[in-house]
């Protein structure tokens, strides 16, 4: 790996044991941490100890923990032979950037009429009665009240997201070529985006780059010292990129090199095994460093919906009843659930730690390192808003973006989950819905993202906003169906084919039967 963030020791698995063992030691569970470092099996149980850590957390110091996670972090991961923890007090963010900067003017006047496209509608809606239609999406159990209530303020208060308003920040989005990260919904309302993706992609930039023209927005993009910022678009996209692995320093200095405004932090970046432990763990160093020399630094986020979770009492109760319903599909449904010995078809019933409904929404073939990734950025979401930045970490549905798509037995899954009540998103609907709702908390005083405001427990920072898609509220638990919707897709899939298939066969028979 060189001079890119890696591992210290063995890989991914040591890493991530380090971290969690010690973030459950400073929750006063010694066992748990023990239990953690000894596990042999630990792509095939990982889950289990990602639900102890947090049901520990509703009942401990959640807030200690994920420091103490985020501390091992540095310990965990090194670059060029360095702990990180030695790379990331060397920093000196004030220092002026290897980067240059290419600014890219947005030649369009802001649409009169900002609407959200989903998937309830062939259209997208527009604000004023947007209201109307996530008042469905709640009713269906795919989205919290809280969202509701969001949806409904900004429709009456529209200046929250009016260019005016946004020119108060200044937003810098790691992974901004990412489907589900905010940039272009951004760039569309006006306001000026920091782009941090990586190099050698001009495809990428070359989109990202067209798109800004036509918007009312101002992209900043970082480019090689080599290239001049006024060089022509192609030029631009041909030099412009970084590397979070490798450019960590870098990346700090030449934000706060080209930046005046408040900034608002987004971390989107999304890889493949244990690729996205290392990127998780690079990108909190950046985050870090940001907050530290600007104080007023806010954070936005994603959380899957896919994690572990303190959920509502009404989404569980919610979910039960949808269980205890009876239907046509009942039968079978219980059948598979009983053959199986509930490894498919489970009751989604919450586990009880102190006060909280603990729903394990996890899905084990998404493995240990999306896991560990995720929980690094929840740990950093915790101590950040406890340190007093404000932060907006709300749950995102289930998105059909580019590489589920390109992966024939996620996609059937995917799309087979709507029998079992889940909606999952397109990604511009989703991305759109959730940068609105990131944008209400960032500016509402009320909102769990405004470190002022009290919560009853840290984790109630992932409640508000949640568009989970129907996990929540569904009758069984997330990893229980997922392989049964792949199934079930396949079957609607073929059944047209079977059914004249099958006519043609009764034909041939009824033929052969006069002869």
Not at 130 to 152: F, K, T
Request: net charge neutral; glycine share 8%; with cysteine.
């Amino acid at each position: 790996m060189g001079d890119a963030v890696g591992f210290v020791g063995s890989g991914s698995t040591v890493a991530a044991k380090q971290c969690i063992a010690a973030a459950a030691t400073a929750l006063g569970r010694p066992d748990l941490a023990t239990a953690v470092e000894r596990e042999r099996n630990w792509r095939g149980r990982y889950f289990h100890h990602i639900v102890e850590l947090h049901k520990a957390g509703c009942v401990g110091d959640v807030v200690r923990s994920a420091r103490a996670g985020l501390d091992a972090v540095r310990d965990a991961f090194q670059i060029g032979g360095a702990p990180l923890r030695a790379t990331e007090t060397a920093i000196n963010p004030f220092c002026v950037s290897k980067f240059g900067a290419a600014t890219v003017v947005g030649l369009k006047l802001r649409d009169p009429v900002l609407a959200c496209p989903l998937p309830s509608s062939e259209m997208a809606v527009p604000l004023p009665v947007l209201p109307e239609a996530i008042a469905d999406l709640v009713a269906r159990g795919v989205a919290e009240p809280s969202v509701l209530a969001s949806v409904q303020r900004l429709a009456s208060d529209p200046e929250l997201l009016s260019a005016a308003s946004l020119r108060q920040f200044s937003f810098v989005i790691l992974g901004a070529g990412s489907q589900m990260g905010p940039a272009r919904t951004l760039l569309s309302l006006g306001a000026t985006v920091l782009a941090i993706d990586l190099s050698g992609r001009p495809a990428m930039w070359t989109s990202l780059i067209a798109y800004a023209r036509a918007s009312p927005g101002t992209l900043v993009l970082p480019i090689s010292n080599s290239v001049d910022g006024a060089a022509s678009d192609a030029a631009i996209a041909e030099a412009a990129g970084c590397d979070v692995l490798k450019d960590m320093a870098s990346i700090v200095q030449w934000v706060l090199n080209n930046s005046t405004q408040r900034l608002v932090v987004g971390t989107f970046l999304y890889a493949d095994g244990a690729l996205f432990s290392r990127l998780a763990a690079a990108a909190d160093v950046v985050v870090t460093l940001l907050c530290q020399a600007r104080p007023t630094t806010a954070l936005m986020g994603l959380c899957s919906p896919t994690e572990v979770f303190s959920v509502p009492e009404a989404a569980q109760a919610e979910a039960r009843s949808r269980y205890y319903s009876i239907t046509v599909h009942t039968p079978w449904e219980r059948a598979i659930g009983v053959v199986s010995r509930h490894r498919y078809l489970e009751q989604n019933a919450a586990e009880i730690a102190g006060d909280h409904l603990v729903q394990d929404s996890q899905v084990w073939s998404q493995g240990p390192n999306y896991a560990f990734a995720k929980l690094v950025q929840r740990w950093r979401n915790l101590v950040a808003r406890a340190d007093g930045h404000w932060v907006s970490a709300s749950v995102a549905p289930a998105s059909l973006t580019a590489s589920v798509m390109h992966n024939r037995l996620i996609r059937a899954g995917m799309l087979g989950c709507r029998h079992f009540g889940i909606v999952p998103f397109a990604p511009d609907a989703s991305n759109t819905l959730m940068t609105l709702l990131a944008l209400h908390d960032l500016q509402v005083t009320s909102s769990a993202a405004n470190p002022e405001t009290p919560l009853r427990h840290p984790y109630d920072l992932l409640i508000e906003n949640s568009v989970h898609g129907g996990s929540w509220r569904c009758a069984y638990r997330t990893n229980s169906y997922t392989e049964v919707s792949a199934l079930l897709y396949g079957l609607e899939a073929i059944a047209p084919y079977a059914a004249v298939g099958g006519g043609l066969l009764a034909g041939y028979a009824t033929q052969r039967s006069r002869l």
